[in-house]
Nanobody
Framework: QVQLVESGGGLVQAGGSLRLSCTAS????????TGWFRQAPGKEREFVAR????????DYSDSVKGRFTISKERGENTVYLQMDNLKPEDTAVYYC????????????WGQGTQVTVSS
């Protein structure tokens, strides 16, 4: 099992920045990909960004590309999501998720952290 805890959410004005953290514990040695997702009120959960453990390769949704950066310090079990130039449409609960090697889907999820961007 892997436990994920997000932190860093809050209220920010449009154009501002926030950095989210996702700290993993438990059987983290088997984690292949860590991703960030978000869900706004009345909308479905959507993919935001992901990072591959070994290669460090990253991928972003078109809506955040160029504004958000996902990163991971070598040897740490924390993944960060740096969010710059935030827009009101970025308001959502942000979730961290982990996918094991060989798995076809994200099997572990955090409890989420609220991000609110005021106009």
């Amino acid at each position: 099992q892997v436990q994920l805890v997000e932190s860093g959410g809050g209220l920010v004005q449009a154009g501002g920045s926030l950095r989210l953290s996702c700290t993993a514990s438990g059987r983290t040695y088997n984690t292949y990909i860590t991703g960030w997702f978000r869900q706004a009120p009345g909308k479905e959960r959507e993919f935001v960004a992901r990072i591959t453990r070994n290669s460090g390769s990253t991928d972003y949704s078109d809506s955040v590309k160029g504004r958000f950066t996902i990163s991971k310090e070598r040897g740490e079990n924390t993944v960060y999501l740096q969010m710059d130039n935030l827009k009101p449409e970025d308001t959502a609960v942000y979730y961290c998720a982990a996918r094991d090697f060989g798995a076809t889907d994200y099997g572990y999820w955090g409890q989420g952290t609220q991000v609110t961007v005021s106009s």
